[in-house]
Every structure is written in C-alpha cells, then in structure tokens.
C-alpha cells in the first residue's frame, strides 16, 4: 500500500501545499485569532500571549510549507518531505484526540481528528518510494 500512487506524489504534495498554506499556515501567522474565532474558539481578555503562541504556530507550520515547496519545485528531498508530514499528522492526530477526550476544544477541532487521519493516509498512498529508508 505504501506509495501505490508514487507517481503523483508530486501532484499530491503540491495540491497539499497550497491548500495548507493558504488555510492553515498563513492565517495563522498573520491573524491567529481571527482563525481561532473562525474554529470557534473562545478568545481570552488578555490576548497577548495566544497571538504570540498562534505567530509561532503559524511559523512552525510555514516551515513544513518550505519543506514541501523544496521537494515539489526540485524534486530533492521529496520522501523527506513525506516523512515530516508523517510525524506532523501523527502528532496533530494525538493533540486533537486528547482535546476531544478532556473536551477543551471547539467541535471543529474535533472534526479535526477524521481530516488528520485522512491525510495521514493519502500520505502513505502518495509517500514517493515503496518502502520507508531511514
């Protein structure tokens, strides 16, 4: 199963990478909370520190948008780029089912938990080799 449509993993990571950044990376970096209100997240009195840890967020996840746009513009690197998006999804997977379980998050969070596994697996169908070499 793993890289069964390996020759469209280019078309898959760059389709990926744009939609991210667009929904994901840039709002998040530019106006964290007018993301957050959009997820349907209460927005605290004291705002301060959720712009700053919403900024870094947005950065960290613009990082991985470099990681994907190297790999889809020059073809180097191209499993790595795969294999950050395996950890990232993984671990996006386990803070959205935490928040689910201890009910601190929105429900658009908690949808969140399908969209995370379901890219987690286009990943494994789309991931640019058949075996993982670490």
């Not at 990926?16 to 667009?22: G, R």
């Not at 004291?46 to 994907?68: K, N, S, T």
């Not at 395996?86 to 689910?100: D, E």
Request: charged share 10%; net charge neutral.
């Amino acid at each position: 199963m793993l890289g069964y449509y390996a020759q469209y993993s280019h078309y898959y990571i760059t389709l990926l990478m744009a939609c991210t950044t667009l929904l994901f990376a840039l709002p998040i970096f530019i106006a964290p909370l007018a993301w957050a209100r959009a997820m349907r997240w209460t927005i605290p009195e004291d705002q301060h520190l959720a712009i700053y840890f919403g900024r870094c967020l947005g950065a960290f996840i613009l990082v991985i948008e470099v990681a994907m746009l190297r790999s889809a513009s020059t073809g180097t690197h191209f499993s790595y780029a795969f294999d950050l998006l395996f950890v990232v999804f993984s671990l996006m997977f386990v803070v959205h089912v935490y928040g689910a379980i201890k009910r601190i998050q929105p429900i658009t969070e908690t949808l969140e938990i399908g969209f995370w596994m379901i890219l987690f697996v286009l990943n494994v169908l789309f991931y640019p080799a058949t075996s993982i070499t670490l």
